[in-house]
């Protein structure tokens, strides 16, 4: 069915949207993943997986470069600085989540970054707002256009999906190209679009995030050369539509009429206070409560006095992982997840290093759970419930149930839980002054006159070669 | 709307919410069972002896024509566009050789993106059935990695030969995996699924990758795959076969710095699709070792299709059909077709949206509009390079034809390259009817070019932007490649 317009309509709102629009609202939470996204990020630059990355990056040379987070002078094309920079956002599954699922920030954020290096004219920290706000907003409306978006993936990884789209759309924006040509990037991107989700719970899986953002940013560079692809992209079947089973696409209204709203407004993200998927935070929540529960009763955890562990979850093939065997695969585990907050009493960035994975006490809890996916337990970040049950040797049990997890958009992390997270993070790779200075940047950014001085907060490390943990995947 | 094999192999507790012990979980299949483990192992293991003189062949006669069409695809406006980006957003590096371009070196992963792109910018080059463009994805990735690698340790002409089969074998055998691939594509652009593998495959196999990292260039292959079915016949579908090649070396050379992927790729996993993801039906099988007895490729089995001019496929049986009209208009005098005798021309072909375009308004929409080229062959005789020059494409008595088409989609007319046929019927102003039909064109598979057809096409290509000392030099150079210590020859002629 040939709807018209729908993609002319998209290149004018990339184009004619400003600053004016930008509500204290979306300003407040835009703000939020930046920092988020920054921090994750920075730490991210201490995994494998981006010292591969980085290695492969630097067979390109540019005159152009920009800067690779956390490093102290480091930089590459810029196509190649948002590659790294986003595979970093996504190495640990630590980045935000939105609803309908997907990680919006880090396909946006890095290629912004890089991007904003090559411009004659440095943006100013308002310009690079709105851009990452027409990012986050193209996102949300193509998930819109589909039902099968709206439940856990399971054919495309969608960061790979709608990413690519939101980093062009980015990309356009901050490069200033007329409607015409942001359409072409729309369509461009889309030729980029489409991962399996098979690669999630992998090494590869954080190479989505990145090349979104690069392949998005690289859209909108050529774009502006004058490519073209097809004016129709998101109306035409073989279209954009070819990425979901049901697509039902609307015009997006334009940046004058007064009907405009920004989806962020509406539909705030989830931050993660554990480098996991986020059905795991559930998953946690529940078991330290029920943890808390059994302590009450006996005065202590003792793993020998377990029997069985029964968790039910929703329905999720790729997160439902007995005896996972790398941090990928932890990191996309119901039953791993589950089991370290019970052993632990914690989950944090260091549960997932190979140490922390072998355990053998770990492996003999694990050994006794069980998972169980009730009908009423929909495989959506919206609807889904975790609950864990523990049975001791005894015959006692012991339950909780999370509906809602602290960080969920239903229950947002405070501002200072937010930026301790960031400090956190960003503390394992730069000094103290680079921690408070982008802290310093990013919450002032709608006054910040050129937003270049980030890069220098993002550069300044500590000195430290330190090492994330010994990480490798068998 | 799930296929049926997923509904059947879907696990029963996902659907009850019963339970399911660890132990069970245990069961999933050793790593040396998988279909993707048994890809891995056939890229590492398979050697230039089990090449077949047919395959050889067959293979040389493709990396000729694709070198052509790359050639003369670089004097067209998307190339010089894609080249100039690559230049302007990097520095030169000087390692990979440009097609056509003397003074010119990049990376190799934005060689093989331009001569990609050359490649592709015409529509030119082979096609497959199942329905690909194969050598386009694969032969830019395999010349830029071979100038990559060091002086002492160059290819051989046998080995470059084996990884540029190599390339073609996977992307054979993956879509035989599914139904969706022997038609007409609707969804996504074949040669962005499977090429991009054959890329990756050949580039595992050309850096002697050992059958794990060849299994995960795979997997990390299938995250750069698929691009939708709307940017063919606009000036972005070259950049799919471009990327194709690009990406798969990508996936070889960071598979080869250690990254890791899934390693069920290929596999068929209910609820969470890897390669699967790009068909509505799918079902992998392994690919044997080769051994000793050798391995049959299916390049023996089903030859490729060359194409005679610069458009889609499908534009090839019609304009055929048409130029026999043509010549029963003309008669012996070899005089011109008058667009004032025609009054109605209608045309069978196969229902296929994407290459029905009554008025194509680019010469992108024009490679790929069954009535453009039906028309020009009635008033031409043929199609040739020439015909999708702004010039020709206005000519108003080629317009005046245009408006007097109308098509049909006879329903024994498949949208298969390998089933389908062109039909033409033109009805004169004074009531006489002519037809012609083709149900095999010359170059098809079943009507293969000859060897001399073949080097007049790479003449004819090689020469736009090459001396012919060159040009010859280059049909030597790929006719005696299996005998090469090396492949330098054949590197040092492209421009």
Same mark, same amino acid.
């Given at each position: 069915?040939?709807?018209?317009?729908?993609?002319?309509?998209?290149?004018?709102?990339?184009?004619?949207?400003?600053?004016?629009?930008?509500?204290?609202?979306?300003?407040?939470?835009?703000?939020?993943?930046?920092?988020?996204?920054?921090?994750?990020?920075?730490?991210?630059?201490?995994?494998?997986?981006?010292?591969?990355?980085?290695?492969?990056?630097?067979?390109?040379?540019?005159?152009?470069?920009?800067?690779?987070?956390?490093?102290?002078?480091?930089?590459?094309?810029?196509?190649?600085?948002?590659?790294?920079?986003?595979? &970093?956002?996504?190495?640990?599954?630590?980045?935000?989540?939105?609803?309908?699922?997907?990680?919006?920030?880090? &396909?946006?954020?890095?290629?912004?970054?890089?991007?904003?290096?090559?411009?004659?004219?440095?943006?100013?920290?308002?310009?690079?707002?709105?851009?990452?706000?027409?990012?986050?907003?193209?996102?949300?409306?193509?998930?819109?256009?589909?039902?099968?978006?709206?439940?856990?993936?399971?054919?495309?990884?969608?960061?790979?999906?709608?990413?690519?789209?939101?980093?062009?759309?980015?990309?356009?924006?901050?490069?200033?190209?007329?409607? &015409?040509?942001?359409?072409?990037?729309?369509?461009?991107?889309?030729?980029?679009?489409?991962?399996?989700?098979?690669?999630?719970?992998?090494?590869?899986?954080?190479?989505?995030?990145?090349?979104?953002?690069?392949?998005?940013?690289?859209?909108?560079?050529?774009?502006?050369?004058?490519?073209?692809?097809?004016?129709?992209?998101?109306?035409?079947?073989?279209?954009?539509?070819?990425?979901?089973?049901?697509?039902?696409?609307?015009?997006?209204?334009?940046?004058?009429?007064?009907?405009?709203?920004?989806?962020?407004?509406?539909?705030?993200?989830?931050?993660?206070?554990?480098?996991?998927?986020?059905?795991?935070?559930?998953?946690?929540?529940?078991?330290?409560?029920?943890?808390?529960?059994?302590?009450?009763?006996?005065?202590?955890?003792?793993?020998?006095?377990?029997?069985?562990?029964?968790?039910?979850?929703?329905?999720?093939?790729?997160?439902?992982?007995?005896?996972?065997?790398?941090?990928?695969?932890?990191?996309?585990?119901?039953?791993?997840?589950?089991?370290?907050?019970?052993?632990?009493?914690?989950?944090?960035?260091?549960?997932?290093?190979?140490?922390?994975?072998?355990?053998?006490?770990?492996?003999?809890?694990?050994?006794?759970?069980?998972?169980?996916?009730?009908?009423?337990?929909?495989?959506?970040?919206?609807?889904?419930?975790?609950?864990?049950?523990?049975?001791?040797?005894?015959?006692?049990?012991?339950?909780?149930?999370?509906?809602?997890?602290?960080?969920?958009?239903?229950?947002?992390?405070?501002?200072?839980?937010?930026?301790?997270?960031?400090?956190?993070?960003?503390?394992?790779?730069?000094?103290?002054?680079?921690?408070?200075?982008?802290?310093?940047?990013?919450?002032?950014?709608?006054?910040?006159?050129?937003?270049?001085?980030?890069?220098?907060?993002?550069?300044?490390?500590?000195?430290?070669?330190?090492?994330?943990?010994?990480?490798?995947?068998? | 709307?799930?296929?049926?094999?997923?509904?059947?192999?879907?696990?029963?507790?996902?659907?009850?919410?019963?339970?399911?012990?660890?132990?069970?979980?245990?069961?999933?299949?050793?790593?040396?069972?998988?279909?993707?483990?048994?890809?891995?192992?056939?890229?590492?293991?398979?050697?230039?002896?089990?090449?077949?003189?047919?395959?050889?062949?067959?293979?040389?006669?493709?990396?000729?024509?694709?070198?052509?069409?790359?050639?003369? !695809?670089?004097?067209?406006?998307?190339?010089?566009?894609?080249?100039?980006?690559?230049?302007?957003?990097?520095?030169?590096?000087?390692?990979?050789?440009?097609?056509?371009?003397?003074?010119?070196?990049?990376?190799?992963?934005?060689?093989?993106?331009?001569?990609?792109?050359?490649?592709?910018?015409?529509?030119?080059?082979?096609?497959?059935?199942?329905?690909?463009?194969?050598?386009?994805?694969?032969?830019?990735?395999?010349? =830029?990695?071979?100038?990559?690698?060091?002086?002492?340790?160059?290819?051989?002409?046998?080995?470059?030969?084996?990884?540029?089969?190599?390339?073609?074998?996977?992307?054979?055998?993956?879509?035989?995996?599914?139904?969706?691939?022997?038609?007409?594509?609707?969804?996504?652009?074949?040669?962005?699924?499977?090429?991009?593998?054959?890329?990756?495959?050949?580039?595992?196999?050309?850096?002697?990758?050992?059958?794990?990292?060849?299994?995960?260039?795979?997997?990390?292959?299938?995250?750069?795959?698929?691009?939708?079915?709307?940017?063919?016949?606009?000036?972005?579908?070259?950049?799919?076969?471009?990327?194709?090649?690009?990406?798969?070396?990508?996936?070889?050379?960071?598979?080869?710095?250690?990254?890791?992927?899934?390693?069920?790729?290929?596999? =068929?996993?209910?609820?969470?699709?890897?390669?699967?993801?790009?068909?509505?039906?799918?079902?992998?099988?392994?690919?044997?070792?080769?051994?000793?007895?050798?391995?049959?490729?299916?390049?023996?089995?089903?030859?490729?299709?060359?194409?005679?001019?610069?458009?889609?496929? !499908?534009?090839?049986?019609?304009?055929?059909? =048409?130029?026999?009209?043509?010549?029963?208009?003309?008669?012996?005098?070899?005089?011109?077709?008058?667009? $004032?005798?025609?009054?109605?021309?209608?045309?069978?072909?196969?229902?296929?949206?994407?290459?029905?375009?009554?008025?194509?308004?680019?010469?992108?929409?024009?490679?790929?509009?069954?009535?453009?080229?039906?028309?020009?062959?009635?008033?031409?005789?043929?199609?040739?390079?020439?015909?999708?020059?702004?010039?020709?494409?206005?000519?108003?008595?080629?317009?005046?034809?245009?408006?007097?088409?109308?098509?049909?989609?006879?329903?024994?007319?498949?949208?298969?390259?390998?089933?389908?046929?062109?039909?033409?019927?033109?009805?004169?102003?004074?009531?006489?009817?002519?037809?012609?039909?083709?149900?095999?064109?010359?170059?098809?598979?079943?009507?293969?070019?000859?060897?001399?057809?073949?080097?007049?096409?790479?003449?004819?290509?090689?020469? $736009?932007?090459?001396?012919?000392?060159?040009?010859?030099?280059?049909?030597?150079?790929?006719?005696?490649?299996?005998?090469?210590?090396?492949?330098?020859?054949?590197?040092?002629?492209?421009?």
């Amino acid at each position: 069915m040939l709807r018209k317009g729908i993609t002319g309509s998209f290149g004018a709102a990339i184009h004619g949207l400003n600053t004016p629009q930008l509500t204290d609202g979306v300003i407040n939470r835009s703000k939020r993943m930046m920092l988020d996204t920054l921090g994750v990020g920075l730490i991210g630059t201490r995994t494998d997986v981006f010292k591969k990355a980085l290695a492969y990056s630097k067979l390109f040379r540019s005159d152009e470069m920009s800067r690779v987070w956390g490093q102290t002078e480091l930089s590459l094309p810029p196509p190649y600085a948002a590659f790294v920079n986003g595979i &970093a956002v996504h190495s640990m599954d630590f980045d935000d989540t939105w609803h309908p699922a997907t990680h919006p920030s880090g &396909a946006v954020l890095p290629a912004l970054l890089a991007l904003a290096k090559t411009l004659p004219r440095p943006p100013s920290g308002l310009d690079l707002l709105l851009a990452f706000n027409v990012g986050i907003e193209v996102q949300g409306r193509l998930m819109r256009f589909s039902r099968e978006a709206y439940s856990i993936p399971e054919r495309f990884h969608p960061p790979s999906v709608v990413g690519v789209m939101g980093s062009a759309a980015a990309s356009a924006k901050l490069l200033g190209l007329s409607p &015409a040509q942001c359409a072409h990037a729309l369509a461009i991107a889309a030729s980029s679009a489409g991962a399996p989700l098979a690669n999630a719970a992998t090494q590869t899986k954080p190479l989505h995030v990145g090349n979104a953002a690069r392949r998005g940013l690289e859209a909108a560079q050529l774009a502006r050369m004058g490519l073209e692809g097809n004016p129709d992209i998101l109306d035409v079947s073989g279209g954009f539509g070819v990425y979901y089973k049901d697509y039902g696409p609307s015009a997006m209204e334009g940046s004058s009429s007064t009907d405009f709203r920004w989806i962020l407004e509406d539909q705030d993200v989830a931050f993660k206070r554990i480098p996991a998927h986020l059905g795991m935070h559930w998953a946690v929540d529940a078991a330290l409560a029920a943890r808390a529960k059994l302590v009450a009763a006996v005065g202590n955890f003792d793993l020998g006095r377990v029997r069985k562990v029964t968790l039910r979850v929703p329905p999720s093939k790729y997160v439902n992982c007995a005896f996972p065997a790398t941090e990928h695969q932890a990191r996309h585990s119901f039953q791993f997840n589950a089991s370290s907050a019970l052993l632990d009493n914690k989950v944090t960035v260091s549960s997932f290093s190979r140490a922390h994975v072998d355990r053998p006490a770990l492996k003999e809890l694990l050994s006794k759970v069980q998972v169980e996916t009730p009908g009423d337990n929909p495989p959506s970040f919206d609807q889904m419930y975790c609950e864990v049950e523990i049975e001791t040797a005894q015959g006692q049990s012991h339950a909780a149930r999370c509906d809602t997890f602290y960080g969920h958009w239903r229950k947002p992390l405070s501002q200072e839980d937010l930026v301790e997270k960031f400090s956190v993070n960003a503390s394992s790779v730069l000094c103290t002054e680079g921690v408070e200075g982008v802290i310093d940047v990013v919450g002032n950014i709608e006054s910040v006159r050129e937003c270049s001085i980030l890069n220098a907060y993002l550069s300044m490390t500590s000195g430290e070669e330190e090492q994330l943990y010994s990480t490798r995947s068998m | 709307m799930i296929s049926t094999l997923q509904k059947t192999i879907r696990p029963f507790w996902a659907v009850r919410g019963l339970h399911r012990s660890a132990v069970e979980d245990l069961k999933r299949p050793a790593p040396e069972d998988t279909v993707t483990a048994s890809y891995g192992k056939f890229i590492s293991e398979v050697k230039p002896q089990h090449l077949s003189p047919v395959v050889l062949h067959r293979s040389k006669r493709m990396v000729l024509d694709s070198i052509g069409v790359g050639l003369i !695809g670089s004097t067209t406006d998307v190339f010089e566009l894609v080249l100039r980006h690559c230049q302007h957003m990097y520095a030169p590096d000087h390692i990979s050789s440009v097609y056509g371009r003397g003074g010119t070196r990049l990376s190799p992963i934005l060689a093989a993106f331009v001569n990609g792109v050359a490649t592709h910018s015409m529509d030119f080059d082979d096609t497959w059935h199942p329905a690909t463009h194969p050598s386009g994805a694969v032969l830019p990735a395999v010349l =830029a990695l071979s100038d990559m690698l060091p002086a002492n340790s160059k290819p051989s002409g046998l080995d470059f030969l084996l990884a540029f089969n190599v390339g073609l074998e996977i992307q054979g055998r993956l879509m035989r995996f599914s139904n969706e691939a022997q038609n007409i594509p609707k969804r996504f652009h074949p040669p962005t699924v499977v090429g991009t593998m054959g890329s990756a495959a050949a580039c595992a196999r050309l850096l002697s990758l050992d059958d794990s990292q060849c299994g995960h260039a795979l997997a990390i292959a299938a995250s750069l795959a698929g691009a939708p079915m709307a940017n063919a016949a606009t000036q972005s579908k070259p950049l799919h076969i471009g990327n194709a090649s690009r990406l798969g070396l990508e996936a070889a050379l960071l598979a080869s710095q250690g990254l890791e992927a899934s390693p069920l790729i290929l596999d =068929a996993v209910a609820g969470v699709a890897g390669f699967s993801a790009f068909y509505e039906d799918y079902v992998p099988q392994p690919i044997p070792s080769p051994d000793a007895d050798g391995h049959m490729f299916l390049l023996e089995e089903q030859d490729i299709g060359f194409k005679r001019f610069p458009a889609h496929l !499908g534009m090839h049986w019609v304009a055929d059909a =048409a130029a026999s009209v043509h010549n029963l208009l003309v008669g012996v005098d070899h005089g011109t077709v008058s667009q $004032a005798k025609v009054q109605e021309i209608l045309l069978r072909v196969p229902k296929s949206k994407y290459i029905n375009r009554p008025f194509p308004e680019s010469e992108h929409e024009a490679r790929h509009s069954f009535q453009f080229n039906a028309c020009t062959a009635l008033l031409d005789g043929e199609v040739n390079v020439q015909s999708f020059s702004p010039a020709s494409m206005r000519r108003p008595e080629l317009l005046a034809l245009l408006s007097r088409v109308h098509v049909e989609h006879p329903k024994d007319n498949p949208a298969s390259f390998n089933s389908m046929y062109g039909e033409i019927q033109v009805t004169l102003v004074g009531g006489e009817v002519l037809r012609g039909r083709c149900d095999t064109f010359y170059g098809h598979w079943r009507n293969p070019l000859s060897n001399e057809s073949l080097r007049k096409k790479f003449r004819n290509n090689a020469g $736009a932007v090459l001396p012919s000392e060159k040009v010859e030099a280059l049909i030597d150079a790929v006719e005696e490649m299996d005998k090469r210590e090396d492949c330098c020859a054949l590197l040092s002629h492209l421009h």
